[in-house]
DNA sequence: CCTTGCGATGAATCCATAT
DNA sequence: GATATGGATTCATCGCAAG
């Protein structure tokens, strides 16, 4: 399971909770504001994201086999919250990787610039040999998109191909909150296979397109 | 107040906090086993641990002047125990920056490799503004020293001299578990003045030593 | 085809103003 | 007085057009 919740970035300021997504990540571009939905469940209240989190990581619990992974994209604000979500379902954290966006972000005026995302990752049980053994970097570097984006918060498929690099050659990946379906194309593209969901009806239309057009005629 | 405290990571088994932190840190060298003393309060357990890092972020926003920054190191275990008690002693959390140590660390099988260490920051109250502002990137690449290492977990210096900048010219920074004294190097050699405080005797000698190294003849 | 330059952008943050 | 709103800010990078 690998997945990008919406990250409920309201967690310190009620007001937060307030602001629509879309007026939180798109700044100034007029053009997203009226093509690009909202992402769901993002500005929900502190308490109620927890919940929506730790329901998430119950169900990676139910479905993942034995030596499965979990790993969920999150920002500073709310790892600590999201660590426990996966720790009291029961899964086995195993460290966090490391988005590293690079320069192309915006600076901080007298601090540190806000460069990284998170990528923390788990089991469900221990981990399970395999024929030939992974490796895979802590640290990832890909420059966020710029243009051509569907979604307002989305990855590049260079990050979510090495991601999946996780999952054994021809296993099933799955993305409960997919959004415009990076994650899928980049399962699809390297022959694994791929279930996912998304509550938001004009990003599962873009996903769902999105795979077509990896699989061609294939059935799906 | 810039600082690399223990990380108290035995804080998810039991048994690792009867490991003495040499046996933690250092694998295969056993010249070091026989030559550096043991970190003091790393073996804490983990309630004592919080315990002595509330106190150490409670006299920091003692000693901070309005505006003056807290920097500390974590690992991503005690991440999320070390950003609650900043939160706590009531220093304004103001993000993460990332230490990327590169490819140079230990491989992980079937998962990400453990590359990245974390430095959570924050202010007391807001930030001052100052004479010619600086805009500090959020991820930062330097290698670990390999060999000619004084302190088990001692950071390279260009590390230090990067954080270093978030203090204005002529500052005063202090380092409470200040260790082989790397953090009071980069200070003095950027014209800021040091403070520090170490509890292991030979790592006080070492890092004074070290210091002196830097100032001269000039009064310490 | 390669280089230069201009413009737009970012899971943001700050501060002054309004409620 | 505390909280919410809105506009200005900052720079490394990418895209695109022009030379």
Redesign the interface.
């Known amino acids: 399971m690998i997945t990008d919740p919406p990250y409920g970035s309201g967690g310190f300021l009620a007001k937060d909770t307030t602001k629509s997504s879309k007026s939180k990540y798109v700044s100034s571009d007029a053009s997203y504001q009226q093509t690009l939905p909202d992402i769901d469940g993002d500005s929900l209240h502190p308490e109620a994201w927890k919940e929506l989190m730790l329901n998430a990581c119950k169900e990676a619990k139910r479905v993942l086999k034995p030596g499965g992974y979990l790993l969920m994209f999150i920002d ?1 604000r709310n ?2 919250a999201l ?2 979500a996966i720790h009291a379902a029961g899964i086995q954290l ?5 988005w ?1 966006k690079g ?1 192309a ?1 915006r ?10 995302e998170y ?1 923390l ?1 788990g089991t469900h049980g221990s ?4 024929e030939t ?7 990832l570097q890909h420059a966020t998109l710029t243009n051509g984006k569907v979604h307002i918060t989305q990855k590049p498929e260079a990050l979510m191909s090495d991601l999946v690099e ?1 999952c054994p050659p021809g296993g099933v990946i799955y993305d409960p909150f997919m959004g415009s379906g990076t994650t899928g194309v980049a399962t699809l593209k390297s022959g694994r296979q791929f279930i996912g969901a998304e509550s938001v009806g004009q990003y599962f239309e873009t996903a769902l397109n999105r795979c077509r057009g990896v699989l061609g005629g294939e059935r799906i």
């Open positions: 500073w790892l600590p660590q426990e195993r460290g966090t990787a490391v590293d320069r972000t600076p901080n005026k007298n601090g540190f610039r806000n460069q990284a990528i990752w981990i399970a040999t395999r053994p992974v490796y895979l970097p802590g640290v996780i």
